[in-house]
């Protein structure tokens, strides 16, 4: 169990109105997609650890066809070369901790996967819901793949006291009418007792809370959902901010507990 944290919190989730609220959505527009924090070479060395070695419980696929994967891994290099901090030829790149990842590799979702500290999950519509087709998910915040992968969003979502069933409809209506040259972000917030990334846990037993009054650890999630153009199939992805609580400013601190009260 590394111990992997950011020294500081880009993002407050309490702290503004929009994103405090649900589903607290805003537009990306000239930010990229995907995040390099102070914690990229630890996040990805520990990412590669746990591909390498739980492989069966970080990641599925179920798509008939690569064309949904091989989009989102297009769409990521897309993204990545306009940050100036990777190197790219024909079969590799090179992440900006130097680390250099096969872009051939036999599954294009895993290739993806190891280029950036975001998780990524990929939803399709059946026609009346999206479903969660495949994923790689190395840093779980109290969930596995394995229990929701197949499900729908409402589904992935029932232990969630705030999911009501009009969120649920308006987020599915949100996924539904999303553009694919319109990107979006949201964000959440958990307290947790220890840093570790990989925190798989089943639905009934017991998770991080975002109401506890006293923790050691602030978990943040910047989620960014973008819809592929070609195959309209939905990317979502997870990138996860682990910070001590004492590194917290003291108007973050103030405004949690004015939050938590």
Not at 64 to 74: A, N
């Amino acid at each position: 169990m590394p111990y992997i944290c950011q020294n500081f919190l880009p993002i407050c989730p309490w702290m503004d109105e929009i994103t405090l609220r649900l589903p607290g959505t805003q537009r990306i527009d000239k930010e990229h997609c995907f995040l390099i924090d102070d914690a990229f070479n630890l996040q990805m060395k520990y990412r590669d650890w746990l591909i390498s070695k739980k492989l069966d419980q970080v990641f599925f696929n179920w798509f008939d066809t690569q064309e949904e994967v091989k989009e989102l891994l297009d769409f990521t290099i897309f993204q990545l070369k306009k940050t100036g901090k990777y190197f790219f030829n024909k079969r590799t790149a090179t992440r900006p901790d130097s680390v250099e990842i096969d872009l051939k590799y036999k599954d294009p979702l895993i290739a993806a996967s190891r280029l950036i500290q975001e998780d990524i999950l990929l939803l399709q519509y059946n026609g009346s819901e999206h479903i969660l087709k495949a994923g790689v998910l190395c840093f779980p915040a109290s969930w596995t793949l394995n229990e929701k992968k197949g499900k729908s969003l409402t589904k992935i979502h029932n232990p969630v006291f705030e999911y009501t069933d009009t969120l649920a409809h308006r987020i599915e209506r949100m996924f539904t009418n999303l553009k694919p040259d319109i990107p979006i972000w949201r964000s959440n917030f958990l307290l947790y007792d220890d840093y570790e990334l990989f925190q798989p846990r089943l639905e009934n037993e017991e998770r991080g809370d975002a109401h506890k009054k006293l923790s050691q650890f602030m978990r943040v999630e910047r989620q960014t959902i973008v819809k592929l153009p070609k195959t309209k199939v939905v990317a979502f992805a997870i990138h996860t901010f682990v910070v001590p609580y004492a590194k917290l400013s003291k108007m973050q601190k103030d405004t949690l507990r004015q939050h938590l009260t």
